[in-house]
């Protein structure tokens, strides 16, 4: 078997801009990486994470409605065998069946230094209002497992910056972007890491 093909197989589902989806595509066209981005899951037609997957020539799916959501991720996971599901700006809660589905390999990346400004409601700029509103010295991004309960999952990885004087929610917002795209591929090649070591020690 090469190289390319013991790589693990990766989703990204998302509802927005799809700017840390490109940044994970752009990493899976390294030789070393340690994973393929094998399906692009949106949850609207038109949007930037669409526009990723006709980029870099990768199968996409539009899931745009709520009751079928749980199903139809669950058959394209199943369908494009993927072994872990990455969330980059899902506004959508993950069905517990979409978790079993891929054997609870499911990651978000969330726009602070969690458990610290996360939850229901903190998503978008409303995450940076919180943490200039809190008087932080400091902010991130987290990579995590995703669970039941809003970004409450084991952390995997996380990054910091020092917030500047007078920095608006906006261009904290921007700041820890830049933090993400460099974070998010970093720390899933970690995690594609360690299952294929399991696959190969089984
Ligand atoms: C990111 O800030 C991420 O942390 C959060 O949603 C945002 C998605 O942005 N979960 P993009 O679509 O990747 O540009």
New binding site residues.
Partial sequence: MTEQQQRVRVAIV?S??????RALCEHAQHPDAQYDVCLIISTKSGI??VQVALDFKISCHVAASRETFATELCDALIEHRIDVLL???LMRHVPEEVVAAVHGNVL????SLLPSHGGRGM??VYVHQAVLSAGESHTG?TVHLVTNEYDQGRIIAQDSLEIAPGQTPEQLQER??QL?HALYPRAVDKFCASIRMGDLQD
């Fill in positions: 998302g927005g801009s799809g700017t840390n989806a930037g994470i969330l980059a700006g978000n990346i969330h726009p998503y978008g991004a820890v972007k993400e």
